[in-house]
């Protein structure tokens, strides 16, 4: 069984950075396809950023140039880097991992077999 557990969410101010952190047990974490994923409410989840297995990392447009996902297999770690924030970021951002998984669905929530809490990230204005 995998856990993960994320770190790392709390109130800011535009403009703001913050890393978020999901540290896993369980299983190979180079392995792993890690996403994080965010839902705001009243809104479904969505795809933020992933880092498969093989080494490619994905973005969703509305974050490209502002975050970064980077792994630490030996930590079986994942951070989420996230600078220049924005008002529209703020959700609850779940960390998501899945083994093997291929490439090619690395933005679907529906494939990830383990998912953490979720932290809170607020942005203000």
């Known amino acids: 069984q995998v856990q993960l557990v994320e770190s790392g969410g709390g109130l800011v101010q535009a403009g703001d950075s913050l890393r978020l952190s999901c540290a896993a047990s369980g299983g190979t974490f180079a392995r792993y396809t890690l996403g994080w994923f965010r839902q705001a409410p009243g809104k479904e989840r969505e795809f933020v950023v992933a880092a498969s297995w093989s080494g490619s990392a994905y973005y969703a447009d509305s974050v490209k140039g502002r975050f970064t996902i980077s792994r630490d297999n030996a930590k079986s770690t994942v951070y989420l880097q996230m600078n220049r924030l924005k008002p529209e970021d703020t959700a609850v951002y779940y960390c998501?991992?899945?083994?093997?998984?291929?490439?090619?669905?690395?933005?679907?929530?529906?494939?990830?077999?383990?998912w953490g809490q979720g932290t809170q990230v607020t942005v203000s204005s």
């Open positions: 998501a991992a899945d083994q093997d998984l291929g490439d090619n669905y690395a933005g679907r929530p529906s494939k990830y077999s383990y």
